[in-house]
């Protein structure tokens, strides 16, 4: 071998077996920064649901405890809770059942033809006892089960995150469930991404790794210090764009982790904070359950907070921003005894991700204020779809308030000054008008040209 093709393989050798090196490290990194993303991803999806499904069911225990407790007809009484747990489904796929302790089902909205059957011997397709699994879980105390069970939106067998309690008096089970295969999609699309990136990084090194050898084989024997100060430097480049990219990916998961569960337990808040106000407005003492599971909530909703700073309304994808509203208004009025009515008037159509959004936090955040402050009988929701724009009416009969001394005080009006900054940020403009004892008309309005605007970036 000649010196030049000696000196030039000395030279490549400790460059390739650097890049080697780097390349194994910054794949092992990843790797193991991907295993820890989709354990947080994992964990953070699952407890979420975890914290929906307790509470869904201490609000449902909530609203048949009275029942429970009545001393009158249990057969009414227990008519009656089957028939307060049956309008309670959320989605497509959320819903009640009950069993008595043997197994035998009472009450299911979503399979109609179980009622009655004995399926304490069921077993699934991996061979467990799904059934006996529920009533042994209820019967300890009540908690979590993760089992399969048919989908009713779609058919299929899917993974279900159950929570089940018992109500001893009656030998029933309580429960409900969240279908657990959108969290196994989203980590599977998580584990997908992360071994893009560990290719395209080492796609990234073989590139300097040729870059560094054609260059070695040009440059040859006149490879100097300060070449290798460039190569250094590219190296260095290369690592601070690898974690700058880790970290913007950190964040992307944080900004679009969507567990739907944040606007299900702001409603589920909406309803027990109405209970309680109703509760108070009769001189009633609220059930200590019910202080525990607006406590539970709080503390789930601040969790979901802490995990994503950028929460997406699910069911807007999924429903549209009528049907939303629809399902929000529903929700308002099962919570107490002001009456919410929704109207949707004009061409319904698709609309920008950011003004759904908006409108549905205006109503929201409006619906909320009325049952905090307003004091209300009835709520009118006007939805107005119009060709030069959209237009979103909440009106109330409520007690109203001082507009102008709300606004220039700094510790009040913070969820109105919200509003009207959403919308602004859209291009669009929020009035709010208000007598004391005469109700407020809340106007949330979005121009046709900011809709087109949106719809092109």
């Not at 979103?392 to 969820?415: A, H, M, S, T």
Request: glycine share 8%.
């Amino acid at each position: 071998m000649r010196l030049k093709a000696k000196l030039l393989f000395v030279a490549a050798i400790p460059l390739l077996l650097s890049l080697a090196l780097i390349a194994a490290a910054v794949m092992l990194q990843q790797r193991e920064l991907a295993r820890r993303e989709h354990a947080l991803v994992e964990g953070g999806y699952l407890s979420a649901r975890r914290a929906e499904l307790q509470n869904y069911v201490q609000l449902a225990m909530s609203m048949i405890k009275p029942l429970v407790d009545a001393s009158g007809d249990q057969r009414a009484a227990q008519t009656q809770a089957m028939r307060l747990l049956e309008s309670l489904d959320y989605g497509n796929d959320g819903y009640f059942f009950v069993y008595d302790m043997h197994g035998t089902v009472l009450m299911h909205p979503r399979q109609r033809e179980l009622v009655g059957q004995d399926l304490s011997a069921m077993r699934d397709a991996r061979g467990n006892a799904t059934i006996q699994a529920l009533l042994a879980r209820a019967g300890a105390g009540g908690g979590y089960v993760e089992y399969m069970w048919r989908r009713p939106s779609t058919g299929q067998i899917a993974p279900k995150l159950g929570y089940v309690v018992e109500i001893p008096r009656w030998g029933w089970m309580v429960g409900t469930g969240l279908y657990r295969d959108d969290i196994d999609a989203a980590t599977a699309q998580l584990d997908a991404q992360a071994s893009s990136n560990i290719g395209e990084t080492l796609l990234w090194i073989a590139a300097i790794a040729f870059g560094g050898v054609a260059l070695i084989s040009l440059s040859g024997v006149w490879l100097n210090l300060s070449e290798h100060r460039v190569a250094d430097a590219k190296l260095q480049l290369l690592a601070r764009k690898v974690v700058r990219f880790q970290e913007d990916e950190r964040a992307h998961l944080a900004r679009e982790l969507h567990d739907g569960a944040t606007q299900t337990m702001v409603s589920a808040k909406l309803l027990v904070e109405s209970a309680i106000d109703q509760l108070e407005r009769e001189d009633r003492a609220s059930p200590p359950a019910l202080e525990k599971a607006l406590s539970g909530l709080k503390e789930s909703l601040n969790e979901v907070r802490r995990i994503s700073h950028r929460l997406r309304p699910a069911m807007l994808d999924e429903l549209g921003l009528p049907a939303a509203l629809e399902l929000l208004s529903r929700e308002a009025n099962d919570a107490g005894s002001t009456r919410v009515d929704l109207r949707v008037s004009g061409d319904v159509v698709a609309l920008p991700e950011e003004v759904k959004t908006a409108l549905f936090r205006v109503s929201q955040e409006a619906l909320a204020n009325v049952g905090k402050h307003a004091h209300a009988q009835q709520v009118q929701v006007e939805l107005v779809f119009a060709s030069d724009g959209i237009a979103l009416n909440i009106r109330d009969d409520g007690c109203g308030f001082e507009v102008d001394q709300v606004q220039l005080d700094p510790n009040r009006g913070i969820g109105l000054r919200n509003m009207r900054e959403r919308l602004e940020s859209i291009g669009g403009s929020f009035q709010v008008r208000a007598t004391p004892g005469a109700g407020t008309l809340l106007q949330a309005k979005v121009p046709a040209e900011a809709i087109r605007r949106l719809n092109v970036d």
